[in-house]
């Protein structure tokens, strides 16, 4: 039976965490949604089964009854160590989800406490004195602090964390984890005995993530980014907890078309978007256009896309400067404009997988979950690496009862993910 059972926030998310714990060679296994009986069913080859919600965005209490919820279905599937994924930036609001989720969880498990350890060093976020950095800039300075949605405008995360808190939130600093395994423990001891429900750790470099991992190797819960997952397989092996896996990576060959859906407005990902549509043809979506005619829109698009999909990769996004999602939003709304793009992106999807396309790669956290919803995946396996956080994974589509089922190779990349190059890099390393 899987010995660790994730929950992640949204699904880039969860195929990051997946992409780490692979490295590290567990076989790992991702799962849409809630999963019923049948979903959990024949998961004996798998190490670690991550559950990947569309929670970061929705309100409070419902993203509590759904992370509950995949608790009871990872419990009922025998795992023994649970993982709370969510984004390396944080991407909350003051009112939560992260703090509640955690705490509703902790409860669950009838745990005092947990770490929350955001980190990935390999990706440029650190921690440091409970200060999250984005390559070296403080986060409320990086771009984050025009996220559309969950707008980062403080980089202090014990204090944003304390907003979203019932109980206290505390502070494993980088001095500690330095002086040790044990001088962290009696750190999260202190913590506990003060009413610290969830402490934040610091973390600069890769090693420090591993004494971590050491550290809460034994800890039922686990909440941070997927950075912290690489510390905690060796002790887990050294435990004979589970094994080691030099093929946990392997996917099968994947022919057809190709072509990249871009939904994410962070940074780093106009960069690739600009970076990439100097080569190759490409396409922007006008969100006003998308309002005013929403299936007129996704026709176009699949009708510009499809005489090109022989000559190689296109890329169709709605990927745009603040500016530009302001004024979206002053006309639509700020949910609406994102609901919108969303679900047209993922029409399009459909229609380019129906078209031939076999490899894709969607940029963004929400338009991950609506391409993958669309398209009725249920069970992803993660495959080789592209960049830190973001793995090629393979998915069967389901066609009907009178159809062969379709193998797609998908990459699902946070916004924030990925070198400059990314879109162009991923389709050489595909399986």
């Known amino acids: 039976m899987p010995f660790v059972g994730c929950i992640a926030d949204d699904f880039t998310g969860a195929t990051d965490l997946a992409n780490n714990l692979v490295r590290e060679g567990l076989r790992a296994v991702q799962i849409i949604g809630v999963p019923s009986a049948a979903d959990m069913a024949g998961l004996d080859a798998a190490d670690a089964v991550i559950i990947a919600l569309k929670t970061r965005t929705v309100p409070v209490d419902e993203a509590v009854a759904q992370s509950r919820a995949a608790l009871e279905a990872l419990k009922v599937a025998g795992c023994q160590r649970f993982f709370f994924k969510y984004c390396s930036t944080f991407d909350s609001t003051p009112e939560g989800n992260i703090g509640p989720v955690a705490e509703a969880l902790l409860a669950d498990l009838g745990e005092a406490m947990a770490i929350a350890a955001p980190a990935f060093p390999a990706n440029g976020r650190t921690v440091l004195n409970g200060e999250l950095f984005v390559d070296g800039v403080p986060l409320n300075e990086s771009g984050m602090q025009n996220h559309p949605l969950t707008p980062m405008t403080d980089s202090n995360l ?40 969830l402490a934040i750790v610091d973390g600069k470099d890769e090693q420090q993530l591993r004494v971590v991992g050491e550290a809460f190797a034994d800890a039922r819960l686990i909440t941070g980014g997927s950075g912290i997952a690489m510390g905690l397989p060796a002790p887990w092996r050294a435990a004979g907890q589970i094994e080691a896996r030099a093929d946990a990576g392997g996917l099968a060959e994947f022919n057809g078309a190709t072509a990249v859906i871009s939904g994410s407005c962070s940074v780093r990902t106009r960069e690739q978007v600009a970076a990439f549509a100097d080569c190759h043809p490409s396409l922007g979506l006008d969100p006003l256009a998308i309002a005013d005619n929403p299936e007129g829109a996704v026709a176009e698009a699949l009708a510009w896309a499809e005489p090109k999909l022989s000559d190689g990769p296109v890329l169709i996004y709605s990927t745009d400067s603040p500016d530009a999602v302001l004024a979206a939003q002053s006309r639509l709304g700020s949910a609406e404009a994102g609901a919108l793009i969303e679900r047209a992106l993922a029409q399009i999807s459909l229609g380019l997988v129906d078209a031939g396309v076999r490899r894709l790669i969607v940029a963004g956290g929400e338009t991950s979950g609506a391409v993958v919803s669309t398209l009725g995946i249920q069970v992803l396996r993660i495959g080789p690496q592209i960049d830190p956080g973001v793995p090629w994974t393979g998915a069967r589509l389901s066609r009907g009862a009178d159809a062969p089922p379709i193998d797609l190779a998908l990459a699902l990349k946070s916004g924030n993910f990925g070198g400059v190059d990314f879109f162009t890099r991923a389709f050489e390393v595909c399986p």
Do not use: S
């Open 158 to 197: 014990v204090r944003w964390l304390g907003t979203q808190c019932r109980g206290e939130v505390g502070l494993i600093d980088h001095q500690t984890i330095d002086a040790g395994v044990e001088a962290i423990r009696d750190r999260a001891a202190d913590l506990g005995e003060v009413g610290v429900t």
